[in-house]
């Protein structure tokens, strides 16, 4: 994916020369003639960089670079200052707002090419870094979570197995509230595993897809008062088409938990070929022509328009649910 600069500079001879220049080298490009333009156009949609005129026709650099770090979605976007002023002051003063560089006209091509790339490379690390103290910090928090609440809630699920056994001594009400306690402990246990692989997305991945399907299921049968019957054959795929599917099956099971009131459940994933995944209940379905965009349909859509798989949904009110997802290596 090609970078986009935001050129704010109203001069069209420099425009012209930068657009040249950094379009050679595959930038795409947009121009704002004036400050407030500029500020409209980073903040409508964010660049990944912004070459910024000291000199404009209605607000000067300085306050633009000001007002741009005071808006968190822009705050670390680079920002390169343009000016034919080398005095040491001025450039000190764009430093002290938030510039990343400053370029100093006349421009040489070679020379803004290479420290355009320095700073988007700089930027692109920065985030790297950024992702992963989240994926270090989610690991640690699985951990932890891993090891207490896993421990406390083996131990509550023991001493209810224990009792149960000991059912002559006890009374039927007694009985059936350590049944209750015993089916909730084995129920947080699958949710707590559901739980540590959203917190840890490369267990998802290094998981077997057989496996993982019958994991999320089984979360789901805890939740779902009904039927759930589950065909799964088959092997590893490439990760994000595994995630995708993951996806389309967590938020189409989440979809039966809260709204279906359905009795039945049928869900088949194999590979004969190509992925297909089926995924029909009994519930009390909706109607097509009034529900678009809700009922986690959108996003299951989005999983699958990004990964190029084919994606259909058939619902009747009154006649559940059925939904299919398809993908061709």
């Known amino acids: 994916m090609a ?26 490009i947009r121009v704002a003639r004036d400050g407030n333009q500029g500020i409209r156009s980073a903040l409508d949609t ?3 960089l912004i070459l910024l005129d000291v000199m404009l026709p209605d607000i000067d650099g300085f306050a633009i670079c000001k007002e741009i770090r005071a808006h968190q979605r ?3 976007i680079p920002v ?18 938030g510039a990343f560089d400053y370029f100093v006209k006349p421009y040489n091509g070679k020379e803004i090419l290479i420290r355009i790339d320095r700073q988007l490379e700089c930027i692109a690390l920065h985030k790297k870094n950024q992702e992963n103290n989240r994926i270090s910090e989610r690991s640690h928090i699985a951990s932890e979570l891993h090891d207490s609440v ?19 001594k006890l009374s039927p009400d007694i009985m059936a509230e350590l049944t209750k306690l015993h089916t909730l402990s084995q129920s947080a246990l699958v949710e707590m595993k559901t739980l540590l692989n959203e917190l840890r997305p490369s267990q998802i991945i290094t998981t077997p897809m057989a496996k993982l ?3 999320l299921v ?13 065909l799964v054959d088959v092997l590893d795929v490439q990760e994000d088409i595994k995630l995708a599917f993951y996806r389309i099956i967590q ?15 049928i869900i088949t994933f194999v590979n004969g070929g190509h992925l297909h995944l089926t995924i029909q209940d009994n519930g009390c379905g909706f109607d097509m022509n009034t529900v678009k965009q809700g009922k986690g349909l959108s996003t299951m859509k989005e999983h699958a328009t990004q990964h190029n798989i084919m994606f259909h949904v058939d619902s009747h009110i009154g006649g559940g649910t059925r939904i299919s997802a398809s993908w061709r290596p």
Do not use: H, W
């Open 213 to 215: 399907i019958n994991q």
């Open 150 to 168: 896993n421990q406390t809630l083996f131990v509550i699920g023991i001493i209810a197995q224990s009792l149960v056994m000991e059912a002559d």
């Open 46 to 48: 964010p660049p990944d």
């Open 3 to 28: 970078y986009e600069i935001l050129i704010i500079e109203n001069n069209d001879e420099d425009i012209c020369f930068l657009d040249k220049v950094l379009a050679s080298a595959g930038y795409k």
């Open 74 to 76: 822009l705050a670390m």
């Open 80 to 97: 390169i200052f343009m000016s034919a002023d080398v005095a040491i002051d001025i450039r000190a003063r764009a430093f002290e707002e």
């Open 251 to 265: 938020e189409a099971l989440n979809n039966i938990a809260k709204y279906a009131d359905a009795t039945s459940v």
């Open 218 to 230: 089984d979360a789901y049968r805890l939740r779902i008062d009904a039927e759930i019957s589950l």
